[in-house]
């Protein structure tokens, strides 16, 4: 997930996106998913917040 958002910084991706990037379509998984790893990636980054940041109704997006 880290690497993906770092791949597309200052890109905003929707969770189908990130779902595709990192997962895969043909997986079956939730889109939730992707909210429970941007909650895990931002802990790890300790001030996660400030580099990613939710764009409501559309995704996420990592800020340089």
Do not use: H, P
């Amino acid at each position: 997930m880290l690497f993906v958002l770092i791949r597309n910084a200052n890109n905003v991706l929707s969770r189908d996106q990130l779902l595709d990037l990192v997962w895969g379509f043909e997986t079956g998984v939730e889109t939730n998913i992707v909210d429970v790893y941007i909650r895990y990636v931002r802990q790890k980054l300790g001030d996660g917040d400030k580099y990613i940041q939710t764009i409501r109704g559309v995704g996420y997006i990592m800020k340089r």
